[in-house]
């Protein structure tokens, strides 16, 4: 079953930013490209630490690259392009100026 939970106000992640989010044991990332915007795990396969911390993210083009040690993934996909493994994506919608997410219960 899944779960619908609201992150925050559009007008808080501008293009070509990214902003990090706690739920439950679940580290997300939330990013805007070009006004479309899309979650990721928050955790490089690589060390697992955080690839985006609160707003500060190395985000080039449409990938977002670990600060650690540069592995780089695509933001839509979650796919490795630099190191290996992928970030799980979760599927975000926008309901009255805000943005949300679907989390299935086993992912939490």
């Not at 930013?17 to 490089?44: G, M, Q, T, Y």
Request: glycine share 6%; hydrophobic share 40%.
């Amino acid at each position: 079953m899944a779960r619908e939970i609201k992150l925050c106000k559009i007008s808080d992640i501008r293009s070509g930013k990214a902003r990090s989010f706690k739920i439950d044991d679940l580290e997300i990332a939330v990013i805007n490209l070009n006004s479309k915007f899309f979650a990721l795990s928050n955790i490089c396969p690589h060390q697992h630490t955080k690839i985006v911390n609160g707003s500060e993210a190395i985000v080039e083009g449409e990938n977002i690259i670990c600060p650690m040690h540069g592995w780089t993934f695509e933001i839509k996909t979650g796919k490795a392009i630099h190191g290996s493994g992928r970030l799980e994506t979760f599927e975000v919608f926008l309901k009255n100026d805000e943005i949300w997410i679907k989390i299935e219960d086993e992912q939490t």
